[in-house]
């Protein structure tokens, strides 16, 4: 089984900035595609971007494109989100999670085949 969890959430003044991390346990990291995913109250769950397992690959929806960035290091087992110029419409819960093993890159990207969750961490951006 894998273990997710979130860090590094909070509250940040429009134009701030937050890094979340993902700590990752249970299994060896380095096989899974990983993906960031938030939820505003009221909205349907949305898919931010995704890496691949030695970190060739990354994708970011247009949302988010140019403003955040992910990483991750297999070393430490973690993953990250760089949120950088933030809006009020980045308030959200954000999720990490872990692909299924054997899970294509195309569904990777298009928010598909995740399997393991974190329990989230709140953003909150103020106006």
């Known amino acids: 089984q894998v273990q997710l969890v979130e860090s590094g959430g909070g509250l940040v003044q429009s134009g701030g900035s937050l890094r979340l991390s993902c700590a990752v346990s249970?299994?060896?990291?380095?096989?899974?595609?990983m993906g960031w995913f938030r939820q505003a109250p009221g909205k349907e769950r949305e898919f931010l971007s995704a890496i691949s397992r030695v970190s060739i690959g990354t994708y970011y929806a247009d949302s988010v494109k140019g403003r955040f960035t992910i990483s991750r290091d297999n070393a430490r087992n973690t993953m990250y989100l760089q949120m950088n110029s933030l809006k009020p419409e980045d308030t959200a819960v954000y999720y990490c999670?872990?692909?299924?093993?054997?899970?294509?890159?195309?569904?990777?990207?298009?928010?598909?085949?995740?399997?393991?969750w974190g329990q989230g961490t709140q953003v909150t951006v103020s106006s």
């Open positions: 999670a872990a692909a299924g093993i054997g899970t294509s890159w195309n569904d990777v990207i298009g928010g598909y085949g995740y399997s393991y």
């Open positions: 249970g299994r060896t990291f380095s096989n899974y595609a």
